[in-house]
């Protein structure tokens, strides 16, 4: 595959492409109450919320929660969050910002930190998947870093994107993070897990609309 002239958009799916925030906190807090802890709200959730996911519980419990409590804590979030997220769908706009950004001559890949073996169908049944020119979910354990994900997305896509041209889209500090990491720029989107605060003191576009990340990228990869 020859090097795209234009500009690559990497996207993250949970929070961002898909509006899922509602199984997110049902499952956050069903995983609370294993521990006694009480529930929080998608307020509280954005403010506190940090990757990797047991320092996030560290803020709620004041510790770090053992290997076992972790153990407990992830498999009730992972079954309630499987059962729950089919009443979600795709943020609104998105289908028709991804289909005009693939018309305009422009790639775009998806990177989720979300099982690959469950991202992939869940695509799929949404008819976006032909928009990809890859897609790529978390492979290993869940709750760590998007940043070495990142890494092997991009290798995967050498001689397809230029880092310098690419642009990740994703609702979290981590995307910010791995997007630096690799060379890329980064837009970071208000819809998802964090508060605009927090993602502002990440020293990146910050956007409230999918429409307006995309118009973004544009402008950064040009």
Not at 123 to 142: C, K, L, N, Q, W
Not at 184 to 191: F, H, I, Q
């Amino acid at each position: 595959m020859g090097m795209h002239a234009s500009a690559h958009i990497v996207w993250d799916w949970n929070g961002t492409l898909f509006h899922d925030n509602d199984a997110i906190i049902g499952a956050t807090n069903a995983a609370f109450a294993e521990l006694g802890l009480e529930p929080i709200t998608l307020e509280q959730y954005r403010t506190l919320y940090c990757v990797p996911v047991p320092k996030f519980y560290e803020r709620l419990l004041g510790r770090l929660p053992t290997d076992a409590e972790w153990e407990l804590m992830d498999g009730v979030f992972h079954r309630y969050y499987t059962e729950h997220r089919v009443r979600c769908g795709l943020t609104d706009g998105a289908a028709e910002l991804l289909a005009g950004w693939r018309s305009a001559g422009h790639s775009q890949s998806l990177l989720s930190m979300y099982g690959h073996e469950d991202l992939v169908p869940l695509v799929r049944g949404f008819g976006i998947e032909a928009h990809f020119i890859r897609v790529d979910g978390r492979t290993g354990p869940s709750g760590g870093s998007k940043t070495e994900h990142m890494v092997r997305h991009l290798e995967a896509l050498t001689g397809a994107v230029e880092p310098a041209r690419t642009v990740v889209i994703g609702d979290a500090a981590d995307d910010a993070v791995a997007a630096r990491h690799v060379g890329a720029r980064a837009v970071l989107y208000t819809g998802g897990s964090h508060s605009r605060a927090s993602l502002e003191s990440i020293g990146v576009p910050v956007v409230d609309t999918l429409a307006e990340a995309v118009a973004e990228a544009r402008r950064l990869a040009a």
